[in-house]
């Protein structure tokens, strides 16, 4: 079954250091989303990209994150200057549409991120 | 605008007897429904969805859902519930004109006990 994949599972990193987190969306999809998980919160919507430009994006998302689809299969999420408050569960998510139909989004098992 | 709310944060059952995960939603639009679920350091995984076709939605590992518009519902449920069920549930609406941004309700703790 296709599935989307992230890597590095767990990445820790040193406080304004700039970190790229790396997913595989599904071959056929055309809708590539990043979402994030504080600890014990909820997951939160951070951006949509589709056809090379950014969709819709969060207030979470500011100038310090940026998405790019470098070449054609990779979607990558770039925080240029982490902070502390940045630690979290990033979910990369994938989808396809059929006509105006959204179908579901299939979700990477995540990246782990750590600012010390 | 989209929100929904899951009105549980924790729900233990005994091992065989059935499971309700509770979640209402609100959408301008006609939404798309979703039930994830979150095994510990797991990610996440696509229990069931709702697009606008069959109410009563059947889903793996034996979870249903029935999404209710006059209710503006649509609860988790299972007749018997496992041991391996124990998990974070989410319930997660689209109404699909933000290019498939989705909302995700507080989650759903569920605990099996033996």
């Known amino acids: 079954e296709p599935e989307v994949t992230q890597t590095p599972s767990h990445q820790v990193t040193q406080m304004g250091q700039e970190v790229i987190l790396r997913c595989v969306p599904i071959?056929?999809?055309?809708?590539f989303y990043w979402y994030r998980q504080i600890l014990g919160q909820k997951v939160e919507f951070l951006v949509s990209?589709?056809?090379?430009?950014?969709?819709?994006k969060s207030e979470i998302f500011d100038d310090q994150f940026s998405v790019e689809r470098p070449d054609g299969s990779n979607f990558t999420l770039k925080i240029r200057s982490t902070k502390l408050e940045d630690s979290a569960m990033y979910f990369c998510?994938?989808?396809?549409?059929?006509?105006?139909?959204?179908?579901?989004?299939?979700f990477g098992q995540g990246t782990r991120l750590t600012v010390v | 605008a989209q929100s929904v709310t899951q009105l549980d944060s924790h729900v233990s059952v005994s091992e065989g007897t059935p499971v309700l995960l509770r979640c209402n939603y609100s959408s301008s639009y006609s939404p798309s429904l979703f039930w994830y679920v979150q095994h510990p350091n797991k990610g996440l995984q696509l229990l069931l969805k709702y697009t606008s076709a069959a109410t009563l939605v059947k889903g793996i590992n034996g979870f249903e859902a029935e999404f209710k518009k006059s209710e503006t519902s649509f609860h988790l449920t299972k007749p018997s519930a496992h041991m391996s069920d124990a998990a974070e549930y989410f319930c997660?609406?689209?109404?699909?004109?933000?290019?498939?941004?989705?909302?995700f309700g507080d989650g759903t703790t569920l605990t099996v006990k033996p």
């Open positions: 998510a994938s989808s396809e549409t059929v006509g105006q139909m959204y179908t579901e989004a299939f």
């Open positions: 071959s056929n999809h055309l809708y």
């Open positions: 997660v609406v689209s109404d699909g004109t933000n290019a498939g941004k989705s909302t």
């Open positions: 990209f589709y056809n090379n430009e950014i969709s819709e």
